[in-house]
């Protein structure tokens, strides 16, 4: 028991001395470190948008939008699948209205070979070996394929983590700190920003699809076709407002020649003729080739940059561009131009999404719960130390530094992980300073206990602390695994609540049962008392 060798002594003083340390920071306004030049070198505890305020979002996918994603990329599958192998199959047009892709098969005794083919573009989904797509054949000659449900789920899921990693990406590269993005059921994601005042620009970002496609434009289209929103067979129609002829649609080709998921950068420049405002993309080695294939077929026609089904500009092929860098412009501004490379940096979303909710919180709101966190923290610790104090004596003040270190060491492993702290984090911090006594009061009533006895000083020390010990870890064991659940199951404000109570166990434990051994070790080499005063 009263073996503490000078190793374990300094270790315990050193753990205890940078946790202390790590908190500091934390402590300290803002503006004083940033004056210091020490704010972002230092590490801190982040406010949660409860304390700091800022802004909260809730997106919802367009699951509608996933189905005509998939009929679409089906369509140009089936097309180059049917073309591929002995026998080619020869098809007529293929229609994707109703949400189904249907083909005609030219030759009817090749329509065997052609459902077979059809049926391989299919995969197995879940545990019931269901298929993604149903293949049927119809009116003898034409083979439709339509989405199950169960692929169509599938497909919802596994577009929602894609953009579930979109959006955290687009939000890292606004610089906000410490950000929450989770899924909320199968179709929404939400999104809180601490410090961000202003969502308009947030909402801008996150709705924007930013889906870049290169198409040729079709100039065998009949103008007056056009602005009715018909095209030939092949092309569709899509807005183009910013014609300089005043027209508000064109026609392209349907065939994407190259698309945004080959772009490998994305910044914000100015054009060197007229200073415009202007994005500059660099395409990956294969879609370098490809741009550098497709110019060099088409110099003298013109080809569209397309945002999201809209036209930015239509320019003529003027001579093959072979460096794998283009120009995307469309009378932007310097922020919407720095938008959009954020965008196109951070990937195309694979599902619409829309703002169905959004709340700003203002930082008064936070200042207020921080000042009430700080009264209930004062008064909770105030309660304790005097309870401890009347109840224990001498061994109540160990208890009582023990607790207060303990704060310290909370606030330093939470400013080491870059943890956020937040309203329910604060309460989970309330709980921990009432509850970090319990150690110390399941210790010193087993010492008391033991003195009833008969044990000596020392014996009645050492069974105290060894009872006693099985006692704290099995409640305390019973508590991380009720905070753990917490952490895993639960979201936004209940994570803070489990992370905080969580590294508030492991810290009341060591202070409550190793630091204050440490001190009665000390007391009682020092004193030799023949009795203690409990």
Known sequence: MLDFPRWKVLSIIVFLAIGVAFAIPSLISENLLARAGLLERLPRINLGLDLSGGSHIL?????????????????ETVRAEMRRGDPRVDIGDISTAGGSLSFMVRDSTKLDAAVERARTLTQGVGVTGQRDWDVRVVDSTRVVMTPTKSGLATAIDNAMQVATEVVRKRIDELGT????????????????????????????LLGKTAKLEFKMVDQAADPVQVAQGRAPAGSQVLPYPDSA?????????????????????AQQGFDQQNNTPIVNIRFNSAGGRKFARV??????????MILDNAVLSAPNINEAILGGSAQISGNFTVESANELAISLRSGKLPVALKVIEER???????????????????????????????TYGRFGVYANLAVIINVFIILGV????????????????VLTIGTAVDANVLINERIREEQRRGRNVVSSVEMGYKAASRTIFEANATHAIAGLIMLALGSGPV????????IGIATSVFTAVTFTRLLV??????RRPATLHI
């Open 414 to 429: 939470m400013a080491l992980f870059n943890a956020t702290l937040t309203l329910p984090g604060i309460a989970g911090f």
């Open 521 to 526: 070790v000390r007391y009682i080499r020092r």
């Open 295 to 304: 110019t060099q077929e088409n110099v003298g026609k013109p080809f569209a």
């Open 360 to 390: 700003t919180v203002g930082p008064q709101l936070g200042a207020d719960s921080i000042r009430a966190g700080m009264i209930a923290a004062v008064l909770a610790t105030v309660a304790v130390i005097v309870f401890m104090l009347i």
């Open 245 to 265: 002829s005043g027209i508000k649609a064109i026609a392209v080709k349907r065939r994407t020649i190259i698309s945004g998921d080959e772009l490998v950068d």
């Open 59 to 75: 997106l919802e996918a367009d699951t509608a939008d996933v189905g005509r994603q998939q009929v679409t990329v089906m369509e």
């Open 177 to 204: 700190k410490e950000p929450t993005i989770i899924r909320q059921g199968a179709d929404r994601i939400v999104v809180q920003v601490p410090g961000l005042q202003n969502p308009e620009a947030l909402k801008a």
């Open 495 to 502: 994570k803070g609540f489990a992370i905080v109570l969580l």
